[in-house]
């Protein structure tokens, strides 16, 4: 008696268990991934890959400090770059689980809206940039109150302002790369000490 009750128990605890479990393995999460540069982009991905990509970018850190003086040693050796080292490119990267959903569907509409506002952002802040480089005047109307206040763009302090941010994200591109490059050297020189230290 006690046998089967105990038996009976144990069934419908693991069938009504299994469904949870299993439901639980499979959400897809939504994550924000940050790049050294601030670019955001989204995907979807698996618990297991996220927890994987979380895992990678906590090791990477471990390596960070000594790539970043070896990046500014090769920095300042190459004659090609009159600024200093930009440490900002040293930011780790950064990811975020936004949203979890147990369709890949729901999930992947809801990366596609979380992409459109970060490109709405995007184009809002290249408005701002063409008011803050526009020239403001008064128009006298005929009557009282008929002021009106006209923009015009001041093409040669938005040219130079672009120019000046171009520049700015080719010497941060540059800096990336070379920071990037040394991170792969710091970790295969971490991995090939691990090796030698096994044996």
């Given at each position: 008696?006690?046998?089967?009750?105990?038996?009976?128990?144990?069934?419908?605890?693991?069938?009504?268990?299994?469904?949870?479990?299993?439901?639980?393995?499979?959400?897809?999460?939504?994550?924000?991934?940050?790049?050294?540069?601030?670019?955001?982009?989204?995907?979807?991905?698996?618990?297991?890959?996220?927890?994987?990509?979380?895992?990678?970018?906590?090791?990477?850190?471990?390596?960070?400090?000594?790539?970043?003086?070896?990046?500014?040693?090769?920095?300042?050796?190459?004659?090609?770059?009159?600024?200093?080292f930009p440490r900002s490119v040293a930011k780790p990267i950064k990811v975020r689980a936004m949203r979890e959903?147990?369709?890949?569907?729901?999930?992947?509409?809801?990366?596609?809206?979380?992409?459109?506002?970060?490109?709405?952002?995007?184009?809002?802040?290249?408005?701002?940039?063409?008011?803050?480089?526009?020239?403001?005047?008064?128009?006298?109307?005929?009557?009282?109150?008929?002021?009106?206040?006209?923009?015009?763009?001041?093409?040669?302090?938005?040219?130079?302002?672009?120019?000046?941010?171009?520049?700015?994200?080719?010497?941060?591109?540059?800096?990336?790369?070379?920071?990037?490059?040394?991170?792969?050297?710091?970790?295969?020189?971490?991995?090939?000490?691990?090796?030698?230290?096994?044996?």
């Amino acid at each position: 008696m006690i046998k089967a009750s105990l038996f009976s128990f144990l069934a419908i605890t693991i069938l009504w268990t299994a469904p949870c479990a299993h439901g639980f393995g499979n959400m897809h999460v939504v994550v924000k991934r940050q790049d050294r540069l601030g670019n955001e982009s989204y995907k979807v991905m698996s618990r297991t890959e996220f927890r994987e990509l979380e895992k990678k970018c906590r090791k990477e850190a471990s390596y960070a400090t000594k790539a970043l003086s070896l990046a500014q040693r090769a920095w300042k050796e190459d004659s090609n770059n009159t600024s200093p080292f930009p440490r900002s490119v040293a930011k780790p990267i950064k990811v975020r689980a936004m949203r979890e959903f147990k369709e890949k569907e729901d999930a992947r509409e809801m990366a596609s809206k979380y992409t459109e506002r970060e490109n709405e952002q995007a184009k809002k802040r290249e408005a701002d940039l063409k008011r803050k480089h526009s020239k403001q005047s008064w128009t006298r109307g005929r009557g009282r109150g008929n002021n009106r206040r006209t923009s015009k763009v001041d093409t040669k302090s938005l040219k130079k302002a672009t120019d000046k941010l171009e520049e700015r994200k080719a010497t941060l591109e540059r800096a990336c790369t070379l920071y990037e490059s040394m991170l792969v050297k710091c970790r295969e020189e971490a991995e090939e000490r691990r090796k030698k230290s096994a044996f």
